[in-house]
């Protein structure tokens, strides 16, 4: 297939449609656009009408996306298609295509003028002359079906694939497979309908599907608890954090041992077809890889590491939408391959489109071409003509007055600019008034974002003698072992854009768990997420479910007792704020730091710890000095008396009633009140994290009016005023 600049990769899955637009430089490409669009309900619910259900997700695809003359590449569930691999005798080149048509009419479990086919060629290897092939089919029935469905809304692509293709092809670019050095990588798609097992090894692929995925899992729920599927549903997607934990998870096992039976069984197949491989390194994607504990049992059953497809490498998202790409990673991957194809970076081109539909788009393409010329001919024509005969008319008729039409248009501007200039000024008549006023327009939001923020970590479930206050109890819980996350720091981000307006959150969070990762997504990650797909009564806004993520390039680890780059004392959280707080110039509407675990409802520290444990309010210890708001003075009789407000500069102070000589008349705050330091939480040489938990909320009702200018005023605007 020929290289075009960008191309839309759109995979239509069970769950959610996801979509991802890239553009080609060179042999590199970059993300200029992606969404996921969850469908209103799983395809897999029982009684649903599947196909209204893809319409209605294609049609909010298509009203935020605008898809017109675009390249689109889409996809084919692996388990509507077939995959089938032979190794080919050593022949000459020009006879392969003959030689594979002999072989998918073997292969294919149907009449081959039934079903479109397609086939990619592999090398056995720089010392072997045999060709490996594979086929790759699927019904002209189910097909034709799919592109009517798509072209409703239309959709009409280019290139259609198998979608454990394209997710080779987006590993083996990502992950650079073709010049691997180490043996064969397995990559495992656990959809919500069925399973495919790609093995990758220099350059080639072997595909195998299983009807085994996300929903055998809520159906086994659904079964041990007889409740209804999309109630299952929810309990699948909540199990971590709910209180039947155990229950779910034992409704469960036998769909995993299934699960694990299908994987050994595909792999011990492929060993026997490739002696002395080696199959060790799995990696994993797909919606399903959700279920908390699922990785950690594939891995103990297999007996090899898989590793989460979380993030990718050689591809991201800048700027706002960063966070929100990264939570949606397991998701794209397929979306990744189909894209990659269609800018022709692919290692398997595979392309199922019917020949006639093709021809078809083509012909459609020209036929506007044509239309185009023969329009701009007679409209030539028609002006040559014309316009001579009104050119003549006008002479004769002596209505040339070219001077008095130019001037009076220019009167009409002047007037135009007057009018406009005028309408401009009157508008901004009580402007900062109304700007201030508006100060109070979302003064519901902050108290709700910090309870949503509390009952997140929350979530964690922390032991009571985390909670208790006392600090003996809390050390005798080994860290790793301690089920809380405190929060250091929390701020957000407001922003406006076409009418949405968006609070993007900021956590700043220090806990001791010994898995870091997967206790944060299974507690406070999963319990935002809940809280983004119910509908909740009375909460001015909504959180943009997509947008939470735990943000693993930021989560470090420290040791009690060592100095390290967010200045960590002996065993005590640091007050630190996030490193990429003061960066981008964000602008934070409200913030708070915070020093109390989770449940335990301490109050609000104001200001940051210092090395030594101190809390230093105002920023200093002085009351009267640098930095504090006012000061008193003794007077005559000894009495206190106030100074007046104080003003920071050169690290004195200056109050409206004293004098230059009263800084000799400070009051030391940490003799006078002392604040205890922070009790140490960690004994020298253990092990804690910080990470930073990031998400968004869409802010619900109508946006407040726009001012004089146009624009809906920020808390900028009304401090200003």
């Not at 003698?465 to 250091?488: K, N, S």
């Amino acid at each position: 297939m020929a290289a075009t600049r960008s191309a839309w990769g759109i995979e239509v899955g069970a769950f959610a449609i996801k979509a991802l637009r890239l553009e080609r430089q060179g042999d590199e490409v970059r993300v200029t656009d992606f969404v996921v669009i969850p469908h209103r309900k799983v395809l897999t619910t029982p009684d649903l009408q599947q196909d209204e259900m893809i319409r209605i997700g294609l049609g909010e695809l298509i009203s935020q996306k605008d898809l017109r003359n675009q390249t689109i590449v889409m996809s084919v569930p692996g388990h509507l298609a077939f995959a089938r691999f032979a190794k080919l005798p050593p022949v000459e080149p020009k006879k392969i295509p003959d030689i594979v048509r002999f072989e998918a009419v073997q292969q294919i479990p149907f009449p081959i003028e039934d079903v479109e086919w397609d086939y990619q060629t592999f090398g056995a290897g720089t010392d072997s002359p045999e060709v490996e092939v594979g086929i790759f089919a699927i019904t002209k029935e189910r097909l034709a079906h799919l592109i009517s469905l798509w072209g409703e809304l239309g959709i009409q692509p280019q290139v259609v694939t198998v979608s454990p293709i394209a997710a080779y092809n987006a590993v083996s670019y990502d992950l650079g497979l073709k010049d691997r050095p180490a043996g064969p990588l397995v990559i495992l798609d656990i959809g919500t309908t069925a399973s495919d097992l790609i093995v990758a090894e220099k350059g080639k692929a072997w595909v195998r599907t299983f009807p085994l995925g996300g929903t055998h899992f809520t159906d086994a729920i659904a079964e041990s608890f007889k409740m209804p599927y999309s109630k299952a549903e929810k309990l699948k997607l909540e199990s971590a954090a709910s209180k039947y934990a155990r229950q779910i998870m034992q409704a469960m096992r036998p769909v995993f041992g299934d699960l694990v039976n299908d994987i050994q069984k595909s792999l011990s197949y492929y060993q026997s077809l490739n002696r002395g491989a080696t199959l060790s390194d799995i990696v994993g994607v797909g919606s399903t890889f959700r279920i908390p504990g699922l990785r950690k049992f594939l891995g103990q059953q297999l007996q090899c590491e898989i590793a989460r497809l979380d993030e990718f490498r050689r591809i991201s998202v800048p700027g706002a939408g960063g966070a929100e790409f990264s939570a949606a990673t397991v998701n794209l991957a397929t979306a990744y391959g189909l894209s990659l194809q269609g800018v022709g970076l692919a290692e398997i081109e595979v392309n199922l489109a019917p020949v006639p539909v093709l021809r078809q788009q083509v012909w459609a393409k020209k036929n506007r071409w044509f239309v185009a010329a023969a329009g701009v001919v007679v409209a030539a024509g028609a002006l040559m003509f014309v316009r001579g005969l009104l050119g003549g008319q006008a002479i004769e008729s002596g209505k040339l007055e070219t001077d008095q039409i130019v001037q009076s248009a220019l009167n009409k501007a002047k007037q135009a600019k007057s009018s406009l200039d005028e309408i401009q000024q009157s508008g901004r008549y009580g402007f900062t008034a109304e700007n201030m006023r508006r100060l109070v327009d979302y003064r519901e939001v902050w108290p709700h974002l910090v309870r949503d923020v509390h009952d997140a970590l929350k979530s964690a479930g922390p032991q009571p003698a985390l909670v208790a206050g006392d600090l003996a109890a809390i050390t005798a819980i080994a860290p790793q072992d301690r089920r809380w996350v405190m929060l250091e720091d929390l701020g957000a981000r407001y922003s406006n854009q076409q009418g949405t307006r968006r609070i993007a959150v900021t956590m700043a969070v220090e806990f001791s768990h010994r898995d870091p990762q997967d206790f944060l997504n299974t507690t406070v990650c999963e319990w935002l997420r809940k809280a983004a797909r119910e509908d909740r009564s009375g909460v001015p806004y909504k959180i943009v479910e997509n947008t939470v993520s735990l943000n693993v390039d930021r989560l470090v680890t420290l040791t009690a007792g060592q100095a390290s780059g967010a200045g960590a004392d002996a065993g005590a959280a640091t007050g630190t704020r996030p490193a990429d707080r003061d960066q981008g110039g964000d602008e934070f509407v409200g913030g708070a730091s915070f020093g109390s675990a989770t449940g335990a409802g301490g109050g609000e520290m104001k200001g940051r710890r210092t090395g030594g444990g101190q809390v230093k309010a105002g920023g200093s210890g002085m009351l009267g000095g640098a930095g504090a708001d006012g000061g008193f003075v003794p007077d005559q009789d000894g009495r206190d008396v106030p100074t007046g407000p104080t003003t920071r500069r050169g690290g004195r102070s200056r109050g409206g009633g004293g004098t230059p000589e009263g800084e000799a008349a400070k009051v030391d705050l940490d003799k006078l009140a002392p604040i205890p330091g922070m009790p140490s939480l960690y004994a020298d040489g253990q092990k804690f994290h910080q990470g930073v938990i990031t998400f968004t909320v869409e802010l619900i009702g109508g946006a407040p009016t726009v001012g004089g200018d146009g624009s809906e005023p920020t808390e900028g605007d009304a401090s200003e005023s």
